[in-house]
Protein backbone atom coordinates (compact mmCIF):
# COMPACT_ATOMS: atom_id res chain seq x y z
CA UNK A 1 0.00 0.00 0.00
CA UNK A 2 1.02 3.76 -0.89
CA UNK A 3 2.02 6.21 1.79
CA UNK A 4 -0.50 8.28 -0.29
CA UNK A 5 -3.54 6.86 1.30
CA UNK A 6 -5.57 7.89 3.70
CA UNK A 7 -6.08 5.62 6.80
CA UNK A 8 -9.35 5.97 6.90
CA UNK A 9 -9.42 4.78 2.48
CA UNK A 10 -6.36 2.10 3.32
CA UNK A 11 -8.60 0.44 5.94
CA UNK A 12 -11.66 0.45 3.38
CA UNK A 13 -9.57 -1.20 0.74
CA UNK A 14 -8.20 -3.56 3.38
CA UNK A 15 -11.63 -4.88 4.34
CA UNK A 16 -12.83 -5.07 0.88
CA UNK A 17 -9.87 -7.22 -0.49
CA UNK A 18 -10.01 -9.76 2.80
CA UNK A 19 -14.12 -10.06 2.05
CA UNK A 20 -14.23 -9.40 -1.61
CA UNK A 21 -17.68 -9.27 -3.24
CA UNK A 22 -18.58 -10.32 -6.77
CA UNK A 23 -15.16 -12.52 -7.35
CA UNK A 24 -14.52 -15.29 -9.32
CA UNK A 25 -15.42 -16.21 -13.22
CA UNK A 26 -19.51 -16.40 -14.29
CA UNK A 27 -20.15 -19.75 -16.40
CA UNK A 28 -23.39 -17.82 -17.46
CA UNK A 29 -22.35 -14.49 -18.35
CA UNK A 30 -24.30 -12.83 -20.98
CA UNK A 31 -20.89 -10.37 -21.35
CA UNK A 32 -17.26 -10.50 -20.72
CA UNK A 33 -14.46 -7.66 -20.74
CA UNK A 34 -10.65 -7.97 -20.42
CA UNK A 35 -8.53 -4.95 -20.05
CA UNK A 36 -4.77 -4.65 -18.98
CA UNK A 37 -3.21 -1.47 -17.56
CA UNK A 38 -0.43 0.25 -19.61
CA UNK A 39 0.33 1.69 -16.41
CA UNK A 40 1.29 -1.23 -14.58
CA UNK A 41 0.80 -4.13 -16.29
CA UNK A 42 -2.37 -5.83 -14.18
CA UNK A 43 -5.25 -6.64 -15.68
CA UNK A 44 -9.10 -7.36 -14.72
CA UNK A 45 -11.71 -9.35 -16.36
CA UNK A 46 -15.69 -8.76 -15.44
CA UNK A 47 -18.60 -10.93 -16.41
CA UNK A 48 -21.95 -9.46 -16.46
CA UNK A 49 -25.49 -10.54 -16.55
CA UNK A 50 -28.41 -9.20 -17.37
CA UNK A 51 -32.38 -9.40 -16.46
CA UNK A 52 -35.30 -7.80 -17.70
CA UNK A 53 -36.94 -5.50 -15.16
CA UNK A 54 -39.97 -3.49 -15.57
CA UNK A 55 -39.33 -4.02 -19.19
CA UNK A 56 -36.14 -2.56 -19.21
CA UNK A 57 -33.01 -4.69 -19.78
CA UNK A 58 -30.69 -4.32 -16.65
CA UNK A 59 -27.64 -5.72 -15.00
CA UNK A 60 -28.91 -8.66 -12.54
CA UNK A 61 -24.96 -9.08 -11.49
CA UNK A 62 -21.30 -8.74 -12.24
CA UNK A 63 -18.76 -11.06 -11.33
CA UNK A 64 -14.66 -10.35 -11.24
CA UNK A 65 -11.01 -12.05 -11.26
CA UNK A 66 -7.79 -9.76 -11.56
CA UNK A 67 -4.21 -9.72 -11.35
CA UNK A 68 -4.07 -6.35 -10.23
CA UNK A 69 -3.89 -4.24 -7.15
CA UNK A 70 -5.26 -4.31 -3.80
CA UNK A 71 -7.15 -1.19 -4.91
CA UNK A 72 -8.02 -2.68 -8.06
CA UNK A 73 -9.75 -5.40 -5.76
CA UNK A 74 -10.80 -3.26 -3.74
CA UNK A 75 -12.39 -1.08 -6.53
CA UNK A 76 -13.87 -4.36 -8.54
CA UNK A 77 -15.56 -5.29 -5.48
CA UNK A 78 -17.20 -2.04 -4.84
CA UNK A 79 -18.20 -1.49 -8.37
CA UNK A 80 -19.76 -5.10 -9.34
CA UNK A 81 -21.69 -4.32 -6.44
CA UNK A 82 -23.32 -1.04 -7.31
CA UNK A 83 -23.92 -2.25 -10.80
CA UNK A 84 -26.82 -4.54 -9.66
CA UNK A 85 -29.68 -2.84 -11.40
CA UNK A 86 -28.57 -0.31 -13.53
CA UNK A 87 -29.31 -0.59 -17.24
CA UNK A 88 -26.26 -0.62 -19.88
CA UNK A 89 -26.64 2.89 -20.80
CA UNK A 90 -26.59 4.13 -16.90
CA UNK A 91 -23.78 1.68 -16.47
CA UNK A 92 -21.43 2.60 -18.97
CA UNK A 93 -21.49 6.51 -17.70
CA UNK A 94 -20.24 5.50 -14.60
CA UNK A 95 -16.10 6.48 -14.48
CA UNK A 96 -13.95 4.90 -12.66
CA UNK A 97 -14.05 7.57 -9.95
CA UNK A 98 -17.86 7.11 -9.09
CA UNK A 99 -17.01 2.90 -9.39
CA UNK A 100 -14.61 3.86 -6.23
CA UNK A 101 -16.59 5.79 -4.60
CA UNK A 102 -17.86 4.21 -2.04
CA UNK A 103 -13.87 3.38 -1.19
CA UNK A 104 -13.58 7.47 -0.88
CA UNK A 105 -11.82 9.52 -2.97
CA UNK A 106 -8.20 7.35 -4.09
CA UNK A 107 -4.74 9.45 -4.62
CA UNK A 108 -3.99 10.37 -8.01
CA UNK A 109 -1.43 7.54 -8.06
CA UNK A 110 -4.65 5.01 -7.61
CA UNK A 111 -6.88 6.27 -10.35
CA UNK A 112 -5.63 4.11 -12.95
CA UNK A 113 -6.71 0.99 -11.05
CA UNK A 114 -10.08 2.24 -10.86
CA UNK A 115 -9.72 3.21 -14.41
CA UNK A 116 -8.95 -0.68 -15.17
CA UNK A 117 -12.23 -1.58 -13.59
CA UNK A 118 -14.22 1.06 -15.30
CA UNK A 119 -11.85 -0.53 -18.57
CA UNK A 120 -13.44 -3.53 -18.10
CA UNK A 121 -17.11 -3.06 -17.81
CA UNK A 122 -16.81 -0.66 -20.70
CA UNK A 123 -15.05 -3.58 -22.26
CA UNK A 124 -18.01 -6.16 -21.57
CA UNK A 125 -20.48 -3.54 -22.12
CA UNK A 126 -19.36 -2.44 -25.32
CA UNK A 127 -21.14 -6.05 -27.15
CA UNK A 128 -24.30 -4.22 -26.50
CA UNK A 129 -24.11 -1.52 -28.74
CA UNK A 130 -21.60 -2.92 -30.87
CA UNK A 131 -21.15 -6.88 -30.94
CA UNK A 132 -18.26 -8.29 -30.70
CA UNK A 133 -17.07 -11.00 -32.66
CA UNK A 134 -18.02 -14.31 -30.86
CA UNK A 135 -15.05 -16.13 -30.22
CA UNK A 136 -14.16 -12.57 -28.42
CA UNK A 137 -17.04 -13.21 -25.68
CA UNK A 138 -17.15 -16.56 -25.62
CA UNK A 139 -17.18 -17.61 -21.64
CA UNK A 140 -14.75 -20.25 -23.12
CA UNK A 141 -12.18 -17.54 -24.40
CA UNK A 142 -8.48 -17.52 -22.90
CA UNK A 143 -8.16 -17.47 -19.52
CA UNK A 144 -7.13 -14.22 -17.71
CA UNK A 145 -4.14 -16.36 -16.89
CA UNK A 146 -3.37 -17.71 -20.00
CA UNK A 147 -3.69 -13.56 -21.53
CA UNK A 148 -1.86 -12.41 -18.34
CA UNK A 149 1.42 -14.64 -19.49
CA UNK A 150 1.19 -14.06 -22.63
CA UNK A 151 1.48 -10.50 -22.18
CA UNK A 152 4.28 -10.19 -19.01
CA UNK A 153 7.61 -10.26 -19.12
CA UNK A 154 9.01 -13.48 -17.12
CA UNK A 155 10.20 -12.07 -14.24
CA UNK A 156 7.12 -10.53 -13.55
CA UNK A 157 5.62 -11.03 -10.29
CA UNK A 158 2.17 -12.60 -10.45
CA UNK A 159 -0.68 -11.84 -7.75
CA UNK A 160 -3.56 -14.50 -7.54
CA UNK A 161 -6.62 -13.82 -6.04
CA UNK A 162 -8.31 -16.86 -5.54
CA UNK A 163 -11.94 -17.41 -5.48
CA UNK A 164 -13.19 -18.54 -2.03
FE1 LIG B 1 -2.05 -1.95 -11.19
FE2 LIG B 1 -3.42 -0.87 -9.18
S1 LIG B 1 -1.27 -0.83 -9.48
S2 LIG B 1 -4.17 -1.89 -10.91
Redesign the pocket.
Known sequence: MTNDMSDDLQTRIEEAVRNPRNLGEMKDADAIGTVG?A????M?RMWVKFKEEGGRKVIDRATFQ?F?????IAVASVATEMLAGKTVAEAQSMSGEELAAPLGPLPPV?I??AQ?VEGALRSALSGETAPEPKGNRSPTSPTLLSQLNAAQPADRKVRIVLDS
Do not use: E, I, P
Open positions: SDCGDLTGCQTAKHCL
